[in-house]
């Protein structure tokens, strides 16, 4: 089975700090993706990458930065968290074109 | 860009019953759209997908269809069990090659015994 495991399922921080979610994927995939998930809004996604060192701006990138430094490894960065980024954070694997996104767990992120 | 709307957004049905959630896309040039099922607690996961030079397709309970000049699609569950009940997600994708994705705001069902 394809495995992709995020590094926290529940993540409290207060305003200001900076904050590191982890994603990593079993398979050796090009393809990342990180979505935020919020009630009655969808998956929206932030950013994307399709190889190392290699990053795409999503639909809504404002807040955000990401590092891929490995290709098993995609990390979103939130470098001053602010109370509107509390959300439901899910990291996404994708294979080739028109093949499925395996999706983690998630993690919750609130920020005070 | 796309915009893929979804609805309704919950939907209650009774166990056995077909349960139909639609959604629609603003972006002809949309050429891939899944479905994914997320429930409680867990990522989503895709449960079926159509191209578009495809009108429709069936896999078990589950079957999609597709209308590219009205630009809507739709998910069809037949025979609906109480482990259906999830939230559902549309996709329609927004590249050449069916990688990256708009998704829709979900709908809630809920199959009751």
């Known amino acids: 089975d394809v495995k992709v495991t995020q590094s926290s399922r529940y993540l409290v921080k207060r305003t200001g700090e900076k904050v590191f979610l982890e994603c990593v994927q079993d398979?050796?995939?090009?393809?990342m993706f990180w979505y935020r998930q919020d009630p009655g809004l969808g998956l929206r996604l932030i950013y994307f990458?399709?190889?190392?060192?290699?990053?795409e701006k999503g639909d809504i990138p404002e807040g955000y930065s990401v590092s891929r430094e490995k290709k098993e490894r995609f990390s979103l960065i939130l470098e001053s968290a602010s109370t509107n980024q509390t959300s439901m954070y899910l990291c996404?694997?994708?294979?080739?074109?028109?093949?499925?996104?395996?999706f983690g767990p998630g993690t919750r992120l609130t920020v005070l | 860009g796309e915009n893929v709307e979804q609805h309704p957004s919950t939907l209650s049905v009774q166990e056995g019953d077909s349960a139909v959630i639609k959604c629609t896309y603003s972006?002809?040039?949309?050429?891939?759209f899944p479905w994914y099922k997320q429930e409680l607690g867990k990522g989503p996961q895709l449960i079926i997908d159509?191209?578009?030079?495809?009108g429709e397709k069936k896999d078990q309970r589950i079957a999609v269809t597709l209308n590219k000049t009205a630009k809507h699609f739709s998910l069809h569950i037949t025979e609906t069990q109480p482990e259906d009940s999830a939230v559902y997600f549309c996709?329609?994708?927004?590249?050449?090659?069916?990688?990256?994705?708009?998704f829709g705001p979900g709908t809630r069902l809920s199959v009751l015994p």
């Open positions: 972006d002809s040039a949309s050429n891939y």
């Open positions: 398979m050796d995939h090009e393809n």
């Open positions: 996404a694997w994708g294979g080739s074109s028109y093949n499925e996104q395996f």
């Open positions: 996709a329609a994708s927004i590249d050449n090659y069916g990688q990256n994705f708009v």
């Open positions: 990458s399709y190889d190392v060192k290699m990053k």
């Open positions: 159509i191209r578009s030079n495809v």
